[in-house]
């Protein structure tokens, strides 16, 4: 055996089976997907090919014969008389079983869709640029299966080159329908991803043109469908975990003081009630205790013992509706079998079990707490995490910052109560009104998917771990260009949720969406005012990065502003605020302005350094931001911001007094212009959607 059929050979050996392009091709010509006329030659006869038109592309197929183009099985361009020496040439290279012949279709715009099957949430459609564009341009979008009409075209007019579809520089435009229906036929409702053995499948490249679509190439590579599990029974009522009526504390020592003892502390200050569990001991740190669950009536239980002893606590929790196990130790330290068990003992407990591995449950409203320096105010943000030192930190910097949560749930491994099902519940939650979600693993993608598209109210997503890659085989395009990345951001576009990367905007966009959810604004841009300077050009560039447009304010602005003092250059609209300055210019300003132009957003900064240089009291702070606070109780059509930048030059309290301030008129408050462009953004994301 030659180099080249020793190549093929080892291929083979390593690659999946693969369905012969002629096959795959006739399940898209079943499935109404227009692909050229061709004839299937077994051997060196191309007689069948006489009826086809000239010129015409030759195809060798075979065992490991993956990427054709790669090892020169492909000639283009041919004659009926030059098959059969191309066809020669490629069997004394190559390890082939027969030949596809086919009419060579005309040029056009060459795309790529593409079908790939992701870890976590299952079916994904590609499509973008293709042909040899594909590896070099990598200009393609994602959606989950299914898709809809919208967003197969929101898919196409997000690609950087979609002025190649829609005509440029004089050149007529593809049917842009035609590859909308292609796109639903490949992926969605009931379309070919449902049909599919899916591994890999992918059309690369289509060829659009004026008159439609062609699928010139196809490859599918098949794999077994996974598990799919069943739908969800019974809905759990959460109410019980985030209000006990009682809670139990296992594992609290009466000698050497641990987690337990340390969790017995933060119930015992937020004065839920409580019990702990030990086997001896009649108190523990002056709690009442019991021998085991079984003699606990509460509807709380808090596991902090050894991974190895979970298993045998969790199966005394009969009549316990919710069983928390923070011990590690399980799947995430490579013990599967461990977990496996723990979840079996809470099934026949009939008890649902939060974690392992987790933090447990912060709830001011039911004084359930994992964290210690008290509960904050009850208020209207939900929080789910995989990581519970994560949401600890979100709580109390988000708490100092003005948020007031309803529910935090961390969830740790998540073995049996998963965030789709947290979600679900929240969503319908009267007390919640906007859901952030710290996650690492979806573990069921596609409910979790289903659950987002569901919320009806502002959902925050963030994400680690997103640079991985979610497909490691790359026998297609397709399995190379979809990494996990990119499937959580066609997670949060179909859905209409807000992917965030740090946990600093998690809280700041949650407090845009804690302020601002229930205002409803009949403008459609967004205007920046503050004081003149590098500030007014930086914060122009802050909201153009997080995708903003600042329109220009409306020609009659001048004329309006020019009886105030102020002189218009554009937006952001340069206005003097400062310790000399009147407090109340600022919202007049808006006023003039709204009269002429509703503004879905106002964002108004403030240069705080500036009130203790020039000055020397906090006073004139306060009375802009009263000001501030009149303005948006006097325009409650209108979103208004406020930006406290150098905050840290002002004497201690300071900064708290005015966010208390902008809080009780519904204004959020952020120390820097990205920070609240970040949040501004998120919520025009939110309103389109």
Known sequence: MNAHKAAQGSAHETARASAYEHEVKALLSEAGVPVPRGVVVRDLDFSPAAELAEPLVLKAFGPGLVHK????????????????????????????AGFLVEEQAEAGVELIVGLVRDPGFGPVLLAGLGGVWTEALRDTALRLCPISEVDARRMLASLRGASVLYGRRGGPPVDVDAVVKLLMTVGGPGGLWERLELGEFELNPVIAGPSGVIAVDARHLPAPAPVVSGAPGNVTNFLPLFEPRAVAVVGASTTRPNFGNMFLGFYRAAGVPLVAVHPSASEVAGVPAVPSLAEADVDYALVAVPAERCAEVVRQAYGVPFVQVMS????EAGRPELEAELVEAARAAGTRLLGPNCMGVYCPQGRQTFVGGGLGPAGSVALISQSGGLAGEVI???????????????????????????????ARDPQTRAVGLYLEDPRDGRELSEALRSAEMPVVLLVGGRTGQGQEAAASHTGGMVSDRRVWEAVAEQAGAVLVSSQDDLIGVLAYFQAHGSRTSGGDGVLVVGPSGGASVLAADA???????????????????????????GNPLEVPVGPLGRAALVPDVMAALLRHRAYRDVVLHVNVQAFF???????????YARAVAGAQEALPG???????R??????????????????????PVYRSMEAAAVA??????YGAA
């Open 69 to 96: 183009s790669d090892v020169g099985a492909v000639a283009l361009g041919l004659s009926r008389d030059e098959l059969e020496a191309a066809a020669a040439g490629m069997r004394a290279r190559l390890e082939v």
């Open 328 to 331: 590690g130790g399980f799947g």
């Open 396 to 426: 109390k910097v988000g708490e100092r910052r003005g948020l007031a949560f309803s529910r935090v749930a961390t969830v740790g491994n998540s073995a049996d109560v998963t965030p789709a099902e947290l979600l679900r519940w929240l």
């Open 543 to 569: 909201f153009d990065l997080a995708g903003v447009r600042l329109d220009p304010l409306p020609g009659d602005a001048p004329a309006a502003l020019r009886g105030l003092g102020v002189v218009t250059s």
């Open 613 to 623: 240089t020039y000055g020397d009291a906090a006073e004139p702070l306060y009375a």
């Open 638 to 644: 209108t979103r208004i911001t406020l930006v406290t």
């Open 646 to 667: 150098n905050g840290e030059c002002a004497p201690a309290g300071v900064e708290d007094e005015v966010r208390r301030i902008a809080a009780a008129a519904g204004i």
């Open 680 to 685: 501004v953004a998120a919520g025009g994301r």
